[in-house]
């Protein structure tokens, strides 16, 4: 009897630990979709700290984790061929093209908003590229460091164009759908307040019930960014019969965001959004950066492609990390262009996003 | 007992091994508790992120959907009323889907064992499809498939007692839309506080009535229906009040809020969202699936012979229930029956999904705004800890109180 009861109790184990070792392998491979196999099977025990620590565990991996947004078209999106695409996707593709001198190799790891901040706290992810807004309270006590702005967006409303909604104050007595975990839910409480209007507010966990919601017409507006309002317009039923509200209620610089501690690693991801800004300025794109790299003479363009200096070593890398990134991912204009310019369906004029030299906000500091 | 342990071959003694067991289990146990302890207090303390509880005192800055009427929160209120709001939210649900899903259960139990195909049958149907189907897909299917999709409120809302008002706009005793349920609901006028005594006297009628009946049962062995009586005392002395105030200060002390249309949204009356509907409806009819299966237990369990003794002597159907069946069912029924009641709090959390701003809603983001996730978890846990512990200290009263007295 207790002989038999310890083989069956034995065998059961056998079998739960071969059940657990399918779905650990099972797993790594849906979530490493776009990562190397063979990488995917030592994962850091720990958050790596300290200076340098981010960069020698992501070689020793092989490949970037970038945490990610998974549901707004043009910024981080899973397309129906499985993989991802977007504004934000382009720059984790960049950071791991200035790494290891292929944009490939990255992992994606799709997290919610309330997810994301933990996910880098604990180490799970390398950087953070997901529609973030740049906080003074994230900034601290959530523990990361946000590098510069890639985005500068504004929170705004959508409504049904019947609903005859227009203005802030039309927003009386109306019902408002917005997603926890958002610097957005905040915002709205301060404008609803700061105008004396009283709404009902619906807050969702997760995005797509939020905006299921809203097109059931539970909610007579949604607000978030407006990007973020762009992108999902498109994936209406009918986008014809909403239309985004002519009010920008707040400021939401979105950027890639890393963890406290490790000064180089943040060097690595701001000079990268860096690069672009200054490919764009300079001209380079992904079509003419080989012809450049051969005829260039302006001596800030030389040392941004390795060709003088060493500015890939005082951060760490190779000194072409440039010229790689705008090889493969290419110039702002270009990740812009790709994700959000006006051949795309979640078209946004560029508006702060333009170079200073345009009118805009984007500015990067000298190749030196 | 030791005395004839020999240093030769104790690991073979059983009373050696037996305390040795033991022993090794509780070093493990602390050895893994202080090896997760340390990690965690290390990788906080390197982030900085020790906890600290000084959060729950600053302002919370968000809104939420539902806020009971007697707490006063806003956005600029501290964390710690966003806690409370969600807090009560979460009491509110999970008291009301216990007490349907009793009745549910009750029902659909019962009628698990009647003779009757078509109700066995349906019953049957009922526990078998519900029990299999994951909870939260019953919560997006009542919230996404019924209660989202209900007319809209500016179209053709679903309205009873409909009385239209001279601008054009109209109110109604009950409003059905998309935008959740609204019912006409008894508030208190000028004269309420004095009908407050009345309500109290009415209580203590009740209790008077209960003590009574039950001294009057001891003393004569007759059986009256106590709770019946009570609860009936009650009322009496609550309508006599009612007419008392009402001729004294000439105007009634509740009057009823009929919900309006207010702009889009609907004001007045009671306010039951679309996310707080689908929740409950979610909650009754899963958990009242299971409870169902409890009780079909506890009737089955009473045996025949009890049944047939009873009608031998003299019972009416009504009787052998009361005094034989319900007794002894009870007595299986109660421990399983309080897990499901601990399940369906703890289910409640589900609320997430469908945006109902339960505690676990609200303390998400709590924690998103002010990102101190361990703080945040500690106080879920202990909340629901204390509600579960609550809940099953009053069950097992309960069930002591019920059980069979040997003596």
Request: charge should be neutral.
């Amino acid at each position: 009897m207790t002989r038999k009861f310890w083989l069956i109790l034995a065998l059961l184990a056998v079998v739960a630990l071969a059940l657990a070792a399918c779905g650990g392998s099972g797993g790594e491979q849906a979530a490493a979709t776009q990562a190397p196999a063979e990488a995917a099977t030592e994962e850091a025990a720990g958050p790596a700290t300290g200076y340098g620590s981010t960069l020698a565990a992501v070689k020793e991996r092989g490949y970037l984790i970038c945490g990610v947004n998974s549901k707004v078209p043009g910024f981080g999106f899973l397309n129906e061929e499985g993989k991802y695409e977007g504004f934000d996707i382009d720059f984790c593709r960049a950071v791991a093209a200035a790494i290891f001198g292929d944009p490939e190799k990255v992992e994606y790891r799709p997290l919610s908003a309330k997810e994301r901040f933990t996910a880098l706290q604990t180490g799970e992810i390398d950087v953070l590229i997901r529609n973030t807004t740049w906080t003074l309270t994230r900034d601290t006590e959530v523990g990361g460091n946000f590098v510069h702005t890639t985005f500068y967006d504004g929170q705004g409303f959508i409504v049904r164009k019947d609903s005859g909604i227009e203005t802030l104050q039309d927003l009386d007595g109306t019902a408002i759908c917005v997603q926890t975990g958002t610097t957005t839910e905040a915002n709205l409480r301060d404008v609803l307040d700061a105008n004396g209007i009283d709404a009902e507010v619906v807050v969702f966990d997760d995005v797509e019930a939020g905006w299921a919601a809203y097109e059931e017409g539970r909610c007579d507006a949604y607000t978030t960014d407006k990007s973020g309002l762009v992108a999902r317009r498109t994936m209406l039923k009918n986008p014809d019969e909403h239309m985004i509200m002519d009010v920008t209620v707040s400021k939401e610089p979105l950027g890639p965001m890393v963890r406290h501690g490790d000064d180089q690693w943040f060097d690595i991801v701001q000079w990268v959004v860096f690069a672009t800004f200054y490919a764009e300025e300079a001209g380079v794109t992904s079509q003419n950066v080989d012809q450049v790299r051969e005829t260039a003479t302006n001596p800030r363009v030389r040392s941004l492609l390795g060709l003088e200096g060493d500015l890939g070593k005082k951060l760490g890398l190779d000194n072409d990390w440039a010229y790689n990134v705008i090889k493969y991912v290419g110039n702002y204009e270009e990740i812009y262009n790709r994700n959000l310019g006006p051949d795309t369906p979640t078209y946004i004029p560029r508006g702060l996003n333009s170079l200073y030299t345009e009118g805009g906000l984007l500015y990067a500091p000298p190749f030196r | 007992m030791w005395r004839d342990l020999t240093w030769q071959n104790f690991w073979r003694d059983e009373r050696f091994l037996r305390v040795f067991g033991q022993v090794v289990f509780v070093v493990v146990v602390l050895v893994v508790g202080r090896f997760l302890y340390v990690n965690m207090y290390t990788a906080l303390e390197q982030r900085s992120l020790l906890p600290d509880f000084g959060f729950l005192n600053t302002v919370a800055g968000f809104d939420i959907g539902e806020v009971p009427s007697f707490i006063d929160y806003s956005g600029a209120s501290p964390n710690k009323m966003a806690f409370l709001v969600g807090l009560v939210n979460t009491l509110r649900v999970s008291a009301l889907g216990i007490v349907f899903a009793t009745i549910v259960g009750v029902i659909v139990g019962t009628a698990r064992v009647l003779p009757n195909p078509l109700a066995r049958g349906l019953a049957t149907a009922y526990v078998e499809f519900l029990r299999n189907v994951p909870l939260l897909v019953l919560l997006v299917f009542w919230y996404r498939g019924v209660f989202i999709v209900l007319p809209r409120l500016a179209e053709t809302p679903l309205v009873w007692g409909r009385q239209d008002l001279p601008d054009g706009k109209f109110r109604a005793w009950l409003i059905l839309s998309n935008r959740g349920m609204s019912m006409a609901w008894p508030v208190g006028t000028e004269s309420w506080p004095a009908y407050r005594l009345w309500l109290w006297l009415a209580v203590l009628a009740a209790v008077a009535v209960y003590v009574g009946l039950t001294w009057y049962a001891r003393r004569t062995g007759r059986a009256p229906l106590t709770l019946v009586w009570a609860v009936a005392a009650f009322f009496a002395v609550a309508a006599l009040g009612f007419l008392v105030v009402q001729a004294t200060t000439g105007q009634a002390p509740l009057r009823w809020a009929v919900p309006q249309v207010k702009k889009r949204l609907v004001a007045g009356g009671l306010k039951l969202s679309p996310e707080f509907l689908a929740l409950l409806s979610g909650l009754v009819i899963y958990t009242g699936a299971y409870i169902a299966e409890v009780v079909r237990a506890g009737l089955q369990a009473v045996s025949k012979g009890q049944i047939e003794a009873a009608r031998a002597l003299g019972l009416t159907t009504f009787q052998t229930l009361r005094f034989v069946v319900f007794p002894q069912a009870l007595r299986v029924i109660v421990p399983p029956l309080t897990s499901q009641y601990l399940n369906l709090t703890k289910n409640s959390t589900l609320a997430v999904a469908i945006g109902y701003p339960d505690l676990f809603n609200v303390a998400g983001t709590i924690f998103n705004q002010t990102g101190r996730s361990i703080e945040v978890i500690v106080i879920i846990m202990g909340v629901y800890l204390s509600f579960s512990l609550i809940t099953s200290a009053f069950m097992n009263w309960y069930n002591r109180k019920i059980r069979l007295v040997e003596r």
